[in-house]
């Protein structure tokens, strides 16, 4: 079945990086688009990013444009996301989904970052 | 950007009762291609991601019990559970996806009366 693993959240100090992975299975990775979708500590889903499944097209929200960098390799079978100058407003679980601008079929269960010094 | 707004943010039914939920868009998410509304809704239960319910405002996601349905069109759609189950408890979103941000509702908890 479809299966989606992310990896790589933690605690990190404001103004530091982190990088996210997911390991994705059980379907055709490299035709289909993927996103990045976060949730803060009990709050409402924000979609992050996304990128369709050639690597051709990337898009992100407003509140992270120029900080993230969203990247894949069909190779392996995974989905990154690459987050420098993190805020504390970035605190949240993130996840790793199936689909781009489009509705969302398959979720990880998350991956919790925290920014706090 | 196209903004969601769900109502309530919360409502009590009693077992076997039916649950409406509102979702409003700020403008129209009528899809092009297909004519249809680009309307999902999900339910997410305590600790677990969200789950995709229902697409393109009324289709069902395979493996969901159908007293789950979609209805509305343009701007304004609904969630109904015809007869509230115990296992319904949890919080519902819409998400458009007519095009770039995708967006989602801020949620509606649903809980037993």
């Known amino acids: 079945q479809v299966q989606v693993v992310e990896s790589g959240g933690g605690l990190v100090k404001p103004g530091g990086s982190l990088r996210l992975s997911c390991a994705a299975s059980g379907f055709t990775f490299s035709d289909c688009d993927m996103s990045w979708i976060r949730q803060a500590p009990g709050k409402g889903v924000e979609w992050i990013s996304d990128?369709?499944?050639?690597?051709?097209?990337?898009c992100y929200a407003d509140s992270v444009k120029g900080r993230f960098t969203i990247s894949r390799d069909n190779a392996k079978n995974s989905l990154y996301l690459q987050m420098d100058s993190l805020r504390a407003e970035d605190t949240a679980v993130y996840y790793c989904v199936t689909g781009g601008t489009w509705y969302y079929a398959s979720w990880g269960q998350g991956t919790l970052v925290t920014v706090s010094s | 950007d196209i903004v969601m707004t769900q109502s309530p943010d919360s409502l009590a039914v009693s077992l076997g009762e039916r649950a409406t939920i509102n979702c409003k868009s700020s403008?129209?998410?009528?899809?092009?291609?297909?004519?249809?509304?680009?309307l999902a809704w999900y339910q997410q239960k305590p600790g677990q991601p969200p789950k995709l319910l229902i697409y393109?405002?009324?289709t069902r996601e395979s493996g969901v019990p159908d007293r789950f349905s979609g209805s509305g069109s343009g701007t304004d759609f609904t969630l109904t559970i015809s007869s509230l189950q115990a296992e319904d408890v949890a919080v519902y979103y819409c998400q458009h996806y007519y095009g770039p941000p995708p967006s989602f509702g801020g949620g509606t908890k649903v809980e037993i009366k």
């Open positions: 990128i369709d499944s050639r690597s051709t097209f990337t």
């Open positions: 393109w405002a009324s």
């Open positions: 403008q129209s998410v009528l899809h092009s291609s297909n004519n249809k509304d680009a």
